[in-house]
């Protein structure tokens, strides 16, 4: 089956710092989501791609859509405590709602 | 958005026994998701809910273990039976709206001892 790699697998910065992390695929997917999960809860979206080349922002948080269609990031601009969690891309293929997970990374922010 | 419940929030069950998971949402969806997370692990999708209609299951995935139940657009069920310590997992109810925008429930602890 389709399977994303993403990286890195955890990240230690301080507060303040950017971070980038990404995932790539062997497989062509149709939209890219990634999503934040804290300890004890459900996965909340962070930002939804649907077009290859895309670039969305929301608030700190940047993400894009690969030219490939293979691959996306996510970058957090000026990290802040409240960032720390588990980062999940997800890829979608042609039908709505079957997203295939990254591994996830880990993101811990220094104060 | 959607606002996506689940009961119950955790439990702790013994093996051999079944427990059935509530997922209730805000709005009237069309897709409607189970998927699972096991213990330090990312998410794997379980089945599709279908309005009406038998549930579509995933490979490595099957009816008898993993009933479902989907009587209207805001509400699902999942049944885990016959467990065993290896279902130990976080079971998530997830939508896609409208705008195609995916979402997901608090989750489910289960424990299987």
């Known amino acids: 089956g389709q399977q994303l790699n993403q990286s890195p697998q955890s990240m230690f910065i301080q507060e303040g710092e950017d971070v980038s992390m990404n995932c790539t695929s062997s497989s062509i997917f149709n939209t890219w989501l990634w999503y934040k999960q804290d300890p004890g809860e459900g996965p909340v979206l962070l930002i939804a791609?649907?077009?290859?080349?895309e670039l969305t922002s929301n608030g700190r948080l940047t993400a894009q859509f690969g030219i490939t269609r293979k691959d996306s990031f996510l970058n957090i601009s000026a990290s802040i405590p409240s960032d720390v969690g588990i980062y999940f891309c997800a890829g979608g293929g042609t039908s709505y709602g079957k997203l295939t997970f990254g591994q996830g990374t880990i993101l811990t922010v220094h104060p | 958005s959607a606002v996506i419940s689940q009961k119950p929030s955790r439990d702790i069950c013994q093996r051999g026994t079944s427990l059935t998971i509530q997922c209730q949402v805000d709005s009237q969806v069309t897709m409607m998701f189970w998927y699972r997370q096991q213990p330090g692990q990312s998410l794997t999708l379980i089945a599709t809910a279908n309005q009406g209609s038998e549930a579509t299951y995933e490979s490595g995935f099957v009816i008898d273990k993993f009933p479902i139940s989907r009587p209207n657009l805001t509400f699902s069920t999942l049944t885990v039976s016959n467990m065993s310590p290896e279902d130990s997992s976080i079971y998530l109810c997830s939508v896609v709206t409208d705008t195609y925008e995916q979402y997901f429930g608090p989750g489910t602890r289960l424990t299987v001892t």
């Open positions: 791609l649907y077009k290859a080349g």
